[in-house]
């Protein structure tokens, strides 16, 4: 079961402007797809201006309270993709211990192999903001972002990092690897954040 936007309302009302909707879930990055030997080699580093910095394993993970929502995503590229599942833990749950500094605003997402993406503390702990580990029941699949991915469905598809494995809180807004080739700094799809020019 999973909760979160109703379904009542037309479909049409939840597809931000020039964007349409598919059923198929589109695979979408730079460069090729990570390959994980052993998830128990695997971790998540939360670090910067915090007063607990964590490296958490799968295990650590998986022991937040379980979350299940329900939500749309909107890619830059033009495809949005109403009505998914997601298992994981709110980012909420995730910060309670970690003592973010007065003094962070940002959180710069890590992903293997170096891709990044930024966003503000808000958007990061906005209340749809997770880490989700499956996609409609399922656990993820390595192109999907195995085992851990952002999903902030608030903003553009882009800034939902998969493979992650950093969370950064930083004083400055860091631009990420799209950020620093054209993308938005925000990446609203309600405003149509898609481009710096924009
Ligand atoms: N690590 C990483 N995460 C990434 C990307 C990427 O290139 N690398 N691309 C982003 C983009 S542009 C989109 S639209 C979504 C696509 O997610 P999907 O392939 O699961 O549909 O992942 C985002 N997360
Ligand atoms: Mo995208």
């Known amino acids: 079961m999973y909760f979160g936007k109703s379904k009542a309302g ?3 009302d939840r597809i931000p402007p020039n964007q349409n909707a598919t059923t198929k879930f589109p695979v979408l990055h730079a460069g090729s797809v990570p390959y ?3 998830l128990s080699k695997w971790n998540l580093q939360i670090y910067g201006l915090v007063e607990n910095p964590k490296l958490l394993t799968f295990e ?3 022991a937040f309270p379980e979350a299940n929502v329900s939500n749309d995503i909107h890619c830059v590229t033009g495809w949005s993709r109403l009505d998914n599942g ?3 833990v709110k980012t909420s749950d995730l910060v309670k211990d970690i003592g973010i500094k007065r003094k962070a605003e940002y959180v710069l997402l890590h992903a293997e192999e ?3 993406a930024n966003v503000s503390i808000k958007d990061f702990l ?3 903001s997770l880490l989700a580990y499956a996609h409609d029941g399922k656990p993820l699949t390595p192109e999907h972002g195995y085992p851990l991915r952002m999903v902030m469905p608030h903003l553009y598809f882009w800034k939902s990092a998969k493979w992650l494995r950093g969370i950064q809180f930083t004083e400055k807004n860091h ?3 799209w950020e620093r080739n054209g993308y938005h700094i925000n990446g609203d799809p309600w405003k149509e954040e898609r481009f710096s020019f924009d």
Request: proline share 10%.
């Open 86 to 88: 997601w298992t994981g």
């Open 10 to 12: 037309k479909d049409s």
């Open 60 to 62: 650590d993970i998986k």
């Open 175 to 177: 631009p990420g690897f």
């Open 114 to 116: 170096g891709w990044t």
């Open 36 to 38: 994980y030997p052993d």
């Open 126 to 128: 906005a209340e749809t």
